[in-house]
């Protein structure tokens, strides 16, 4: 069985700080992870997403993540807030394609300070 | 291209009603998810179809059918609500499992 787990229901930083959420997972199968993004009353939006190859993976909005296999980890970072990334972030999982569903971890809410 | 809509935008239902969630994309995506979003828990898959004509249950199926009857569209369907399925309501499509899902605007649900 798949399990995300996000470390942290909110995060606060301030303008121009760097952002670290944290998202480890559990997977007996090789992973597809995923980072959403979801703004207020909107759906979910792709921030980035690895699959195989560079663990190093660059999004949108100047986001990245790096998958460790070793740590389980897939956290996301920033390296400077902007007042436009507060928003829920959610971190997922995916069976690489078997079934193609996503757990979701629990969210974590970025506030952003002035 | 309006990729995935959703609705109703928002209904308040009576407890014991029948009621349907549409969901229509016009990407030509082969798979089709619903899920549910709650405080604290994330979104949770209720159903899922990886192409017309079959469907599957998720995480949390009880309460809820859904049907696949062509490429773009997937209803889910409460036969009788009860207070509990008070949620928001995502559906979502990828072009086939395992690849990246798009999301619709969601349905608020109130169930009273």
């Known amino acids: 069985a798949q399990s995300v787990t996000q470390l942290g229901s909110h995060v606060s930083v301030s303008e121009g700080a760097l952002v670290l959420l944290r998202c480890n997972y559990s997977?007996?199968?090789?992973?597809?992870l995923f980072w959403y993004v979801q703004y207020p009353n909107q759906g979910l939006q792709l921030l980035l997403k690895?699959?195989?190859?560079?663990?190093l993976v660059k999004g949108i909005n100047g986001f990245e993540a790096e998958f460790k296999k070793s740590e389980t980890s897939f956290h996301l970072t920033k390296p400077s807030a902007h007042m436009s990334d507060a928003a829920e972030y959610f971190c997922a999982v995916s069976d690489a394609g078997n079934t193609g569903k996503l757990i979701f971890g629990q969210g974590t809410t970025l506030q952003v300070k002035p | 291209i309006a990729g995935i809509t959703q609705a109703p935008t928002s209904q308040i239902l009576a407890a014991g009603r029948r009621m349907t969630l549409r969901c229509t994309q016009d990407?030509?995506?082969?798979?089709m998810y619903w899920y549910r979003q709650d405080l604290g828990l994330g979104l949770r898959l209720i159903h899922y179809?990886?192409?017309?004509?079959?469907?599957g249950k998720g995480e949390v199926p009880d309460g809820y059918s859904v049907s696949r009857a062509n490429t773009d569209d997937f209803p889910l369907t409460l036969a009788s609500a009860v207070p509990s399925q008070t949620s928001v309501y995502f559906c979502?499509?990828?072009?086939?499992?395992?690849?990246?899902?798009?999301f619709g605007p969601g349905t608020r649900l109130l169930v009273l």
């Open positions: 690895y699959t195989t190859g560079a663990t």
């Open positions: 990407m030509r995506h082969n798979a």
């Open positions: 979502a499509s990828s072009i086939q499992g395992g690849e990246t899902q798009y």
């Open positions: 179809s990886n192409t017309a004509g079959t469907t």
């Open positions: 997977s007996s199968v090789p992973p597809y």
